[in-house]
């Protein structure tokens, strides 16, 4: 099933493109819906479907104020305990037709008692067109199962302050939003949607990529994202960005989300979601700039550098070795 | 009464032209206000006012960005059950000081009790200057209730989608949107807003308009709309549209919404409300433009063309005998 | 002329106290309303009002989610370059019909051209009733100018970072956020609505007094704001906000706003407005709370405490004179 919404002034940048994050709000609100509704389609306890995991998404081209975004969205595998779902953008110009892909994206969630939110219940079985999709599907939840638990001990890491930050190094770009989480942000759990979460991520690595820029930037692609802790109506959610890597055409930008309760709960601050993103630069033209080279200048920013230039490279390499394949 | 507020770019197409949900929205809204006002205005159980039916609505001139809206609501008539309101709209240029009238509204609310959403309250009377304003009231009000009461039948239809569909077929502009109930779409009771209904309505109505004739569109009146059915806070609303009928110069298209409870409810799929729409298409001048004409497949497609046409020669025909009357 | 709408789940925070940044929001668009329709009322260059300055303004009584408030708007004052708006907001709980005034407020606006943003126009005379008005309004008009130019100096402070901040101390609750200004955010001249900016102000005061005392809190009065600086599409926008007083049963918080043109532009981050917000604690049962007394360290702390205190007791004096005056 496909649905589509027109874009709005608000849903973008100055420059006329849509903001990554938009898009990523209207995917998870899609998969949420589809979710949800398999996860309550045989009797027993209503649930509502919570996001897990978001996998690598790109975004192939940028999307326009008043084109219209088609989303849909399809069951793709079902564990015990989650759902995965694909979830195709198209964009779609209404007054010429021309219609272009924009994003493929992977989510995975999780049915959560409506009773009770710390209680994960049974996913009724999806039925497969053929075995070997229910392999494929399997090899797939194999493999982000392992990532969900490595990136749960990676979480640790602070942004600190730094005073009179020189152009082009980490702390000159970096930046911070705090939001309180408001009714509209919240599922029926009275936890924060992960795409609410996500937009406000994308704002903030949007910001980081523009000041160290100063020109228009989109976003070219999320890595995976994995939604360790919940994050309940009534927090402030800080978020905050800091350059990792430029190559000579794009910009790594590291995201934190950090919960603070801080109202009615004894529980203290702590990381709910990071996540890198990656933006490029744009001439009016919509042709890619080049990128002033970041700077820098501890151990730290030295080393993080050096793994944003493996995931960089890793990540070229895939795409080679699919173009290689495709083009047999 | 008056309510006004700036038209932001949000509230209008890339055109500039204000949607005409943005319009209803803020129509019901302050029918809303004055009818729930009026209902507990005698000591008795709280209620809120919820809407039952707006009458055929026409946009008589296009707002813009920038522009004052001023919403001015008036009581005009009360039955033992339900209450009448009159509500017009101003655009007003405060730069130049120009104001038109943009619409002349009637809708008809119902009180439900605060504490039983279920049960209907009385409503307190009203005091009528003459005693025809009252006698026409009636007359009024005994026209709408055999015109709910023939809609409760004809809700039953389905839009199936088309594989590659030609242009200017009905497949061809035919969507969807789907919208998941939150907190600020609904009423004190938490059910949502008739007004938040009818600017989802709109907007899938304005994109099939855009996609047949793929130029600027504005939303120039909208077929009495009834209210059969509430749309509680959490569920997920598709909003259908299709085209039915094409004059020289406008488009009709038919709506359907249908909520789905899908969690902690029993209860199935419903359809919730529908509705004709009729757009026309405006040049960069602000003058009508020719309207491609609707290619109609189906027995289904071509029977819904010619119940179209008779609603349009219907209204034309009224329209002209208004015209001549005011012209004697 | 008034201006009403309902207030909603998002206007408020989770207690369904509607936020002091909703309600300034919107008095700072009926006064820009009505103060750009009076300065295009006489033949001439088209114009657009901007905020200069909003008086101290209370809280006297919160407001609550379902309520209506009502806005009403009228013009006291014109000097050759500048009027004088009065605003009062009531809330109207439509259910049972009960009033209560919420908030007076006094905002003072500037006519610029619409077609070049840094020329002031003249503004038409108004005619008063009686001749005192006119010499209580230059009177009016003639302190604020004073203190605009006051305030003029103030601006150059900085909130610098803290590294593991105390419980209770200036740093531990000082918060910021960042704001990307959409099209939504903007006047016909291109520039941020004054409520808009007071609005992102109280957020983060109120993010301040939360973290501070972890307890429902509430807006209780804004001091004078001065708009010496406008801030344009596109900009990114950082407010800050710091605790620097707490008497027994309330909280200064200062916030800053500055702009960060960044994209296109030549200029620099520049300070755009600053203000005092003041918070109180509230019970469930709508009882002020004791608060935590404020920790101050550097002697920068100790001296905006004191100044906070001299503000707080000048404040307190006032209003018992006032007392006095309308008790005799």
């Not at 990532?147 to 770009?173: A, F, M």
């Not at 911070?176 to 795409?195: E, Y």
């Amino acid at each position: 099933r496909s649905f589509g919404r027109i874009m709005r002034p608000d849903d973008a940048n100055i420059a006329g493109n849509v903001h990554g994050g938009t898009i990523l709000k209207m995917i998870e609100e899609a998969g949420a819906i589809i979710s949800t509704r398999h996860c309550n389609s045989q009797a027993g306890e209503p649930c509502v479907a919570a996001l897990a995991r978001v996998e690598r998404t790109d975004f192939l081209s940028p999307m326009c104020i008043g084109e219209v975004a088609n989303v849909s969205a399809e069951i793709t595998y079902t564990s015990r305990h989650s759902v995965e779902v694909q979830v195709n953008v198209m964009s779609e110009n209404i007054l010429t037709g021309a219609k272009r892909v924009t994003n493929k994206a992977t989510l995975w969630y999780v049915p959560l008692s409506l009773k009770n939110v710390n209680k994960v219940l049974e996913v009724p079985p999806i039925q497969y067109a053929r075995k070997e999709q229910e392999d494929e599907g399997k090899k797939r939840y194999e493999e982000q199962k392992l990532d969900r638990l490595e990136t749960k001990q990676r979480n640790g890491d602070v942004i600190l302050p730094v005073i009179n930050p020189e152009p082009h190094t980490v702390g000159y770009s970096q930046s911070s939003l705090i939001h309180l989480v408001g009714p509209s942000d919240c599922t029926l759990l009275g936890f924060v949607h992960g795409g609410v979460t996500m937009k406000l991520m994308d704002e903030v690595a949007g910001i980081v990529a523009a000041r160290h820029c100063k020109t228009n930037i989109v976003t070219a692609s999320v890595d995976a994202i994995n939604f360790h802790e919940k994050i309940k109506k009534g927090c402030v959610i800080t978020v905050s960005g800091r350059m990792t890597f430029t190559s000579n055409k794009s910009m790594e930008i590291e995201v934190f989300v950090d919960a603070d309760p801080f109202v009615d709960e004894p529980r203290e601050r702590y990381r709910a979601v990071s996540a890198f993103f990656t933006y490029v630069s744009l001439s009016k033209e919509g042709k890619p700039l080049p990128v002033p080279q970041l700077l820098t200048e501890t151990e730290d920013e030295k080393r993080r550098f050096e793994e944003g230039k493996g995931r960089y490279l890793q990540t070229k390499a895939k795409r080679q070795a699919q173009m290689q394949q495709s083009a047999q």
